[in-house]
């Protein structure tokens, strides 16, 4: 079940919404279908290579894929 991410074009409210099957969003607030789908920060980042760290350290820090050890700041 995904959860989206609306702002209500008629009275502009923001909310998150978990829908089932074939359901269509509507606003809590005033009820309308009138929404724009706006980007999700929980499906929006993930690259699959090395975490970026704030530790300082040389090894690793930078998030180059190729693996600890392996960038210019070395």
């Given at each position: 079940?995904?959860?989206?991410?609306?702002?209500?074009?008629e009275?502009?409210?923001?909310?998150?919404?978990?829908?089932?099957?074939?359901?269509?969003?509507?606003?809590?607030?005033?009820?309308?279908?009138?929404l724009?789908?706006?980007?999700?920060?929980?499906?929006?980042?993930?690259?699959?290579?090395?975490?970026?760290?704030?530790?300082?350290g040389?090894?690793?820090?930078?998030?180059?894929?190729?693996?600890?050890?392996?960038?210019s700041?070395?």
């Amino acid at each position: 079940m995904p959860i989206f991410e609306y702002v209500c074009r008629e009275c502009n409210h923001r909310f998150e919404l978990l829908l089932q099957g074939s359901a269509e969003a509507a606003c809590p607030q005033c009820k309308t279908n009138k929404l724009d789908k706006q980007f999700s920060a929980f499906g929006v980042g993930g690259t699959g290579g090395w975490p970026v760290t704030s530790s300082g350290g040389s090894c690793g820090s930078c998030g180059d894929p190729r693996g600890p050890g392996s960038c210019s700041m070395n």
